[in-house]
């Protein structure tokens, strides 16, 4: 059974930095991608970042763009997601995301909180 780990998350003023890590259980290239989800109070869950594994290709969402940077290190079967210049409005639980290569099974972690606040 896959597992991901994330951790990294707290509260942070704004104009703050934090870097969510999410490890995974086996190797990182058993998966055809990874990803960060967000959802706050409230809303529907988001897709903000993505990350192909092979080729390291990454997507991030518009609204977040030049803020949010997503990463890996194969070595360490970790993706990271580096927040800068936190908003009130990024305070939400960030959950980890892979999708396996083999059968397309979709895995999450537990979830990490955000908080941004003064």
């Known amino acids: 059974q896959v597992q991901l780990v994330e951790s990294g998350g707290g509260l942070v003023q704004p104009g703050g930095s934090l870097r969510l890590s999410c490890v995974a259980s086996?190797?990182?290239?058993?998966?055809?991608?990874m990803g960060w989800y967000r959802q706050a109070p409230g809303e529907q869950r988001e897709l903000i970042a993505s990350?192909?594994?092979?080729?390291?290709?990454?997507n991030v969402l518009d609204s977040v763009k030049g803020r949010l940077t997503i990463s890996k290190d194969n070595a360490k079967n970790t993706v990271y997601l580096q927040l800068n210049k936190l908003k009130p409005e990024d305070t939400a639980i960030y959950y980890c995301?892979?999708?396996?290569?083999?059968?397309?099974?979709?895995?999450w972690g537990q979830g990490t909180q955000v908080t941004v606040s003064s």
């Open positions: 995301n892979a999708v396996y290569r083999s059968n397309w099974e979709r895995y």
């Open positions: 990350i192909f594994i092979r080729t390291g290709g990454t």
């Open positions: 086996e190797s990182i290239f058993n998966f055809n991608n």
